[in-house]
């Protein structure tokens, strides 16, 4: 006798999702190539998300959830969070992708992703927090501070092709030390 699990089953189609939605975008992907790559019918994809933008929006939610669990912020060693989302971007190069098209093709007229939207404003706080007890210096509004870390940590993977051939030279290990030398520089008072 088979026993379902559809925690399981909507687990694996959103991780057939976002490799799908990386690779393509939000246009370009097919629910025919997702329901196969998590052993199911499209069907079952549309009775589980009830569409293609709403399993959309369920694969950001996941990447939330796993970039918070991966690097969650350390107001304390700021260089060191920007380093920890560094190693996310290098671990899962599928990310900067998703993200790319999720800037790209996500309707404006949905409402925006309440998990990012409260994780963002956690990290701005937790940014103020920090600013308060003299841990981080003040000569940065934090929601600024926060968007130059998050731009930071990402450098190296939203560059072009051509850069990164003409940068080659460096290795992992140097691309993280550049992102949280520069991270450090930024929070020097």
Same mark, same amino acid.
């Given at each position: ?49 009830? *569409?293609?933008? $709403?399993?959309?929006? =369920?694969?950001? /939610?996941?990447?939330?959830?796993? +970039? %918070?669990? !991966? ?47 409260? *994780?963002?404003? $956690?990290?701005?706080? =937790?940014?103020? /927090?920090?600013?308060?007890?003299? +841990? %981080?210096? !003040? ?51």
């Amino acid at each position: 006798m088979v026993t379902r699990d559809p925690d399981a089953k909507r687990r694996q189609l959103v991780q057939a999702a976002l490799a799908e939605f990386a690779a393509h975008g939000i246009a370009g992907a097919r629910i025919d190539r997702i329901a196969k790559a998590a052993n199911c019918s499209a069907g079952l994809v549309y009775t589980y998300f009830g *569409s293609k933008d $709403d399993l959309f929006s =369920a694969a950001f /939610d996941s990447l939330i959830e796993t +970039v %918070l669990e !991966e690097a969650p912020i350390t107001p304390d060693d700021l260089p060191e969070y920007a380093g920890k989302l560094f190693d996310g971007y290098e671990d899962h190069p599928e990310v900067a992708r998703f993200l790319t098209w999720h800037r790209l093709e996500s309707d404006p007229d949905r409402a925006p992703n309440a998990a990012a939207i409260a *994780s963002t404003a $956690d990290k701005i706080a =937790a940014i103020e /927090d920090a600013q308060r007890r003299g +841990v %981080l210096p !003040e000569h940065l509004v934090p929601a600024e501070l926060l968007g130059m870390i998050l731009q930071i940590s990402a450098v190296w993977t939203a560059a072009t092709p051509e850069f990164g051939e003409a940068v080659a030279q460096y290795t992992r290990a140097d691309r993280r030390r550049v992102v949280t030398d520069a991270v450090a520089a930024l929070i020097r008072p």
